[in-house]
């Protein structure tokens, strides 16, 4: 895959010393056509600093954002406004014109852009069927939800044919089914326009139901990055576990006796692995604890197996386990 993105040793910091605020720290990514990346971190994280660095409508303090081909920082006024046109971006707050009517909305950008009224028309009409708002044109953002809202606000990010969706906490505000099908929606742009995606959101199952990699950020540092499933599967920074892994999702105590960590790298979801181990070796297992999510049609995670306390039967385990490929370790 081509490269859309590099982003390299890019810094930014607000206000004078003493006073300085450093936002983000020496932030080097690669994101290729194609893509659904995902950016996650808690609150005050700088997600949204950096997400606006990418289209430059922030300056980073150093280093430097290379869009398709260009550099950012070697660009005029009208060729960054230009460039601008090749990012659509979508928020939390929708940010629609509540004057405006549906049609109007998604009119705005190609307006600006000098398309001609007819034309412009044709195109919004063309992206309100995409979303699925053919019916809605004539309504007002008042009388929308706000899945519909924030699907006019797709389409209008959409307008002028963008190659790069920036989307920034975009379903924050809505409901878990909503946000389900605003998801959808955007995997389907994606597939179906070749849209890459950037995604900014403090919550993992957004990640997990869209993108195929993913930076954690904190602090203004990112602290790992990679694919989805191999962060899900071995979070390496305390930032990650914490968004991956749900509190509780362990035994706070060890039991006693042998324990081990089954992960799950991408098994099929409707292959019942612990039910065959123990047919198979003829022997009861206990649960003590597990978290794993499915990604896809596959699973992905982790769980603490007891084991039995002879060890005949810990053999046949483990020689159950290293012939079907699955990976372990011992844990205490």
Same mark, same amino acid.
């Given at each position: 895959?081509?490269?859309?993105i ?5 810094s ?26 995902g ?56 940010n ?15 307006e ?24 809605? /044109?004539?309504?007002? $953002? ?8 924030? !699907? #006019? %606000?797709?389409?209008?990010?959409? @307008? ?23 998801l959808?929606?955007?995997?389907e ?20 139901s ?14 790992e ?34 324990v ?7 098994? /099929?979801?409707?292959? $019942? ?5 123990t047919?198979?070796? !003829? #022997? %009861?297992?206990?649960?003590?604890? @597990? ?8 699973v ?17 385990i ?11 370790e011992?844990?205490?």
């Amino acid at each position: 895959m081509a490269e859309m993105i590099r982003i390299s040793g890019l810094s930014k910091e607000f206000g004078e010393e003493p006073n300085r605020f450093v936002a983000l720290k020496d932030i080097n990514l690669s994101i290729e056509t194609g893509d659904i990346y995902g950016i996650i971190g808690l609150s005050g994280a700088g997600k949204s600093t950096l997400v606006r660095c990418i289209n430059y409508l922030e300056i980073p303090t150093r280093g430097e954002v290379v869009f398709d081909g260009k550099h950012m920082d070697a660009l005029s006024k009208k060729e960054l406004l230009a460039v601008r046109q090749s990012m659509g971006m979508i928020f939390q707050g929708f940010n629609l014109l509540a004057q405006r009517n549906v049609l109007a909305n998604v009119c705005y950008p190609l307006e600006i852009a000098g398309v001609p009224r007819d034309k412009a028309k044709a195109r919004a009409r063309e992206l309100l069927a995409l979303v699925g708002l053919a019916d809605r /044109e004539k309504a007002y $953002p008042a009388q929308l939800s706000g899945g519909q809202k924030q !699907r #006019v %606000a797709i389409a209008r990010a959409l @307008a002028t044919k963008p190659k790069l969706l920036l989307c920034d906490e975009a379903t924050s505000a809505l409901d878990p089914n909503t946000t389900q099908s605003i998801l959808e929606l955007l995997k389907e742009i994606n597939r179906t326009l070749g849209v890459t995606i950037i995604v900014i959101t403090h919550e993992m199952k957004v990640v997990e139901s869209i993108c195929n990699k993913v930076a954690v950020l904190d602090e203004g540092v990112i602290v790992e990055e990679g694919a989805v499933k191999d962060i899900f599967v071995a979070p390496k920074s305390d930032i990650a576990r914490d968004l991956i892994l749900p509190k509780g999702a362990a035994v706070s105590e060890m039991p006693k006796g042998r324990v081990i960590r089954l992960v799950y790298h991408g098994t /099929e979801s409707d292959e $019942p692995t612990i039910s065959n181990l123990t047919l198979a070796c !003829r #022997v %009861a297992v206990n649960i003590q604890g @597990a978290n794993t999510k499915k990604i896809g049609d596959k699973v992905y995670g982790q769980i603490l197996l007891q084991l039995p306390d002879d060890d005949a039967s810990v053999k046949r385990i483990y020689n159950y386990l290293n012939e079907h490929g699955l990976t372990f370790e011992e844990v205490n």
